[in-house]
């Protein structure tokens, strides 16, 4: 039985991805491993959006060819800078497979191929590759298979790929190739398959996710065709939860807006990316809104559900960046008070129109606005978590923390984690727990309901 190692990097659609990949080669008879040395199948799926996530494979890449020299394992790229790189990836590293992001549900049938060819071979032959980046219509609906495990609580699942908005700064529109969502029927048969399975949580994944449907699907009703699937999968029986990333301001409307006050399943937080909070650099950056229909906009989530969380991505340092941009950027964050933010500092890349602009800042002002931005965003953080101390909140358990396996960790209805002490049983159910400190980035807690199957009816805080 042959073994394969996935490593990914990157965002939630590469997990995503990669699952689907590790699900074909499972089905057939492959069996998943950590063991590098084990692997005989070692595929790196890759991610583009910053230089350094490039870098950083390509990297492991050139370990893993010098290593592994001679010992006959398929190694390939997969994913977005396959997509972007194409043959140059295997000129410069002895790497078998190149597969793009249209070609996931084809890597099975690619490692068998080498693999077969590697095994009729005495060593390894750099002459036999297969690359595989062209255009598949349909390959967003490829994205569907699932390796669930035993008290799995929460599952991702792709309802589109690519994305038509070209923000200056962005690669994913070469990347991801264009957007193409999937049928609703498709993704509730998806969703009601895992529920079957015991998930009780799944979050909707596409680049720009509230645009889903708008080139193939009609509007019914005043609604959009994402509130449709949103109405379609809340409509799921057994479905706790349900949560979306990422959506883009522009198209969050009243219909979107008003679905968090009518569905209840839909979780108390939204992940919108600012970018920025100067107009003129929203303009450069071809994001299409302003910083104060941003602040409305999140003024009306607020009004729709109450203690929803608003968290975002913040570039600092983009190019032609002023003072006073950086300062509006650090006022509105200020003003938002965000539930957390992941701060960037711009990095360049290739074939994006943000890369030639001129004015491009020295890293050193980049660095210096990233830490003063991220000092502004860390006490609001501070201030969210401290509030959720001595309260009673709603988590699903999602299994053992990462730092500390003695424990275990979830994830209140606002996305925030926690960490506390439990039993195996905990795994994967969603019951209330006591919050009794806070660090820097996460809630710790206590079980303070042992019968969550007949749970008391705390005031439940988000
Ligand atoms: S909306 Fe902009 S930033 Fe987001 S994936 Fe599309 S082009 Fe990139």
């Known amino acids: 039985m042959p073994k394969v190692l996935i490593k990914t990097y990157g965002c939630q659609m590469n997990e995503r991805d990669s699952e689907q990949v590790a699900q074909m080669l499972i089905a057939r008879g492959y069996e998943m491993t950590t ?42 790229f997969l994913g ?13 590293i002895a790497v078998d497979l190149v597969a793009g992001t249209q070609k996931f549900h084809r890597v099975a049938d690619y490692v068998d191929e080498l693999l ?4 009729s071979q005495s060593m390894d032959d750099a002459r036999f590759s297969i690359v595989d980046v062209e255009e598949e219509p349909g ?19 792709s309802i589109m790929q690519g994305c038509n908005m070209r923000c200056t700064f962005c690669i994913v529109p070469d990347t991801r190739g264009s957007e193409r969502s999937r049928r609703i029927e498709e993704i509730v048969g998806e969703v009601r398959e895992l529920v079957a399975r015991g998930v009780k949580e799944v979050t909707l994944l596409g680049q720009i996710v509230n645009l889903y449907g708008r080139h193939e699907f009609e509007k019914r009703d005043g609604k ?4 449709q699937l949103l109405e379609a999968v809340h409509a799921v029986e057994g479905l706790e939860r349900l949560r979306f990333t990422s959506p883009h301001p522009i198209g969050f409307r009243e219909d979107l807006i008003h679905a968090f006050n009518r569905l209840p399943k839909l979780m108390e937080h939204v992940h919108l990316p600012l970018q920025s909070g100067s107009n003129r650099l929203l303009k450069l950056m071809h994001r299409g809104y302003t910083a104060e229909r941003f602040e409305d906009l999140v003024g009306k989530l607020r009004a729709a559900r109450p203690g929803i969380a608003i968290t975002t991505d913040i570039i600092v340092g983009f190019p032609g960046e002023t003072e006073e941009d950086y300062q509006a950027t650090r006022g509105l964050a200020e003003r938002i008070e965000f539930d957390n933010a992941f701060v960037f500092r711009y990095s360049p890349r290739k074939d994006t129109p943000a890369a030639t602009m001129p004015d491009q800042l020295p890293e050193d002002l980049k660095e210096a606005r990233n830490q003063d931005l991220l000092a502004v965003v860390n006490r609001g953080v501070q201030n969210k978590l401290d509030a959720l101390v001595g309260r009673d909140v709603e988590i699903l358990c999602e299994g053992r923390s990462k730092h500390n396996p003695d424990r275990l960790t979830g994830r209140t209805r606002t996305n925030k984690i926690v960490v506390f002490e439990g039993e195996p049983r905990h795994v994967g159910e969603v019951f209330p727990l006591r919050i009794t400190h806070s660090s820097t ?8 309901v042992l019968n969550y199957a007949e749970p008391a009816e705390p005031a439940l805080a988000h």
């Open 224 to 227: 959009s065709p994402f509130v």
């Open 441 to 448: 980035t996460t809630l710790y807690g206590m079980v303070d």
């Open 80 to 92: 977005c800078m396959a997509q972007s790189r194409g043959a140059e990836l295997i000129r410069g």
């Open 116 to 119: 077969s060819h590697k095994r």
């Open 35 to 76: 063991d590098e040395a084990a692997a005989d199948v070692i595929l790196l799926n890759t991610c583009s959006v910053r230089d350094m996530a490039e870098q950083k494979a390509l990297g492991k890449m050139r370990l893993l060819a010098h290593h592994h020299k001679g010992e006959g394992k398929v190694l390939g």
């Open 139 to 157: 390959s967003q609906e490829a994205i569907r298979d699932h390796t669930v495990r035993p008290r799995q609580g929460t599952a991702f699942v």
